[in-house]
Structures are given as C-alpha cells and as structure tokens.
C-alpha cells in the first residue's frame, strides 16, 4: 500500500469502485468499497493523488477526501470517456479515470466549497421554480383555450391572461373546470412569491459582494449573471486567458478543420448552459436598447448591419464573458470605452 501513487475513484450512490497504481501506472489493486467504507479506507492510506469524473456529489467527497491529506482532482467526464477500455463496468472506468488523470492536457474543475455550492444550488432552485411556472402558465392557457379565453403569450402578459378570466357565475366555464383554473393559479401564485424570495436572497447579498458590483457596471450584466458567474466560475484565473473562458461557456464557434483549410461552424454549445444562456440574454437587451435609442459603438453598430440579430447577440455574449474574466482576474473596475462615454 505504501507504492500508491494514484487512485482513480468512480463514484456512485452505494457502491463505489477504486483503482490504485504506482509511480509507473501498473495498476495495483481495483475493487469495491460499500459507501461507509470510504473514508476509512482513504483514511488508511499514505497521500496520494486521487481522480473521481465531475458528477453528483463529486465536490461533496473531494472535500472529504482532501480532509484526509490527500491530493483530489476531479476530472469532466466527457475526458474521461476516450480512456475506458472495451466494455463498460465500474472496475474499467475506474481504470479510465486513473489513466487520464496522468494527462498533462486535462484541466480539473475546481473543488467548490459547501458556501459556493449553496449559492449554486440557489441559483438552481430558482431556475427550477421559473420552469415550473412557465409549465403552470402554459397550461392554463391552454385550458382557458378550450373555452375561447385567449391573451397575448409571455409571463409579461399573465395579467391580462388572468383578467379574461370571467367570473364563476360565467356559464361558459363549467364548475368543475372552473375549479381546476383556480387551483393552477393558486400554484402559479405560489412559485412567484417562492421566486421573489430567492431573488430578494440574491440581490441581498450581492449588494456585499464587491465582484458582482464590479460586474453589473458591464452592459448586460444584472444582479442574477453576476451572481451566477460567481457561484459556477468560483476560480476564473485557471482560465488562461479569456478567449479559453468564453470557449468553456461554449461560445465560440466549432472547429472542423484539416490541413490549410480552416472551417468556423456555430458555436460549440459546451461548458455551463445556464451562464451562457443569462449572457446570450443580456446581449440581447443590449442589443434591442441599441435598435430603440442608438449606440456609440461602431463595432456593434457594423455587426448589427450585416449580420442577423442571434447571430450579433452571440458574438456581443462572447465579447462580454471576455470583459468579465478580465474584471475577475486582473481586477478594477469596468469603464466604458471611449466610443461609449457619454452613454
């Protein structure tokens, strides 16, 4: 036990699958542990470096791992994948783990600490209440539909949904679908008053945080991007530069090239879906503030010329995850550049 030089650890809900080998990666031992035997076994042995794939409860036994003295990185699956050998057990990806834990060219996701998992689960739980919602409005409306009560779509437009609602006298609507339209109100009710508490938590406390007041000075950035970059992104500095940070938010073109031929697709769509989403949104109030009233940068302003609108709003995302990495990682503060001033 003493020649442990990695591990590779495939995680699971009960049992989990360990793989050790030595300095020169001939593989010493690989077996199953049952989930309370974990920490004792990892307890027993001398630091090492120990692997485990980006997943649920990842963060939550590097931490416990670490505790122990030992070096945990944790490895995206999707790097992963191309090590395991034929066939898929748990012994063969826990192989897989520790084969592409020697690649220098792998980059680990940071361990999160409980306080930034928090703040991501926040973030989540809100996200998941306003999907919840839009499934509530859209049924209702649906409904409302059957009777001939029809309204403008968009939750901006819940109000006038709600007022073409008659009353319960109205014969049109029989009792029992009546009650059914209450019932999904009730619960739409519900979810906004549960979204407005998380987004009154949020704002609370990015009001003392200096990062996300730093980040929403850049346009398209509010209180809920700046929140979210800094739960999801907790060290942007492993980054190299910023073009590797707006490539891991997926927002740069696919690559498809061979020899001297060099081919650009759309963009990659990988990373974190949810930040790029919040910044595919700001770009585009950027972007509909720049059509209503006019803007100062001749940049956008030539893009928005020959280009379409998703397609401007893009290319504005990736511009603006690039201002974002450098506040973060190279501090100050954000100042319009000189075509803006006066904005």
């Known amino acids: 036990m003493d020649k442990i030089a990695t591990i590779g650890l495939d995680l699971a809900k009960q049992v989990f699958q ?23 076994f990892f307890e027993k042995l001398p630091p090492c470096i120990v692997a485990m794939e980006a997943c649920a409860s990842s963060h939550y036994w590097a931490r416990e791992i670490s505790a122990l003295g030992h070096q945990v990185k944790i490895l995206p699956a999707q790097y992963v994948k191309p090590f395991v050998m034929r066939g898929k057990t748990d012994a063969t990806d826990a192989a897989a783990i520790t084969e592409a834990m020697k690649r220098p060219d792998i980059r680990s996701v940071p361990v999160k600490t409980a306080a930034q998992q928090a703040a991501t689960m926040t973030l989540r739980t809100r ?63 519900t979810l906004t008053a549960r979204i407005q508490r998380i987004e009154e938590q949020i704002a609370a406390n990015a009001k003392e945080d200096e990062d996300i007041r730093r980040l929403t000075a850049v346009p398209g950035i509010g209180t809920l991007t700046a929140a979210a970059i800094q739960a999801h992104v907790p060290d942007p500095g492993c980054f190299k530069s910023a073009r590797h940070f707006s490539a891991w938010l997926g927002l740069t073109p696919k690559q498809n090239s061979s020899g ?48 379409p609108p998703r397609v401007v709003a893009v290319a504005l995302a990736n511009k603006t995850a690039r201002v974002v990495w450098a506040l973060l990682v190279k501090g100050g503060a954000y100042h319009a550049p000189a075509e803006l001033a006066g904005n």
Not at 145 to 156: P, Y
Not at 280 to 306: E, P
Request: hydrophobic residues 45%.
């Open 127 to 189: 996200t998941f209440f306003v999907r919840q919602r839009v499934n509530a409005v859209n049924a209702l409306r649906g409904y409302m539909a059957e009777f001939g009560l029809v309204a403008d779509r968009g939750i901006a437009n819940f109000g006038k949904l709600v007022t073409a609602l008659p009353d319960r006298a109205d014969a049109r609507i029989p009792p029992a679908a009546r009650m059914m339209l209450d019932e999904i109100l009730a619960e739409i009710e």
């Open 260 to 307: 001297e031929k060099s081919r650009s697709g759309k963009i990659s769509r990988m990373g974190n879906g949810e930040l790029r989403s919040l910044l595919y949104i700001g770009a585009m109030g950027v972007l509909s503030a720049a059509r209503r009233f006019g803007t100062r940068s001749a940049w956008l302003r030539r893009l928005m010329d020959r280009r």
């Open 18 to 40: 360990v793989h050790g080998a030595d300095a020169q990666g001939a593989t010493l031992f690989n077996r199953k542990l049952r989930r309370a035997e974990v920490p004792a």
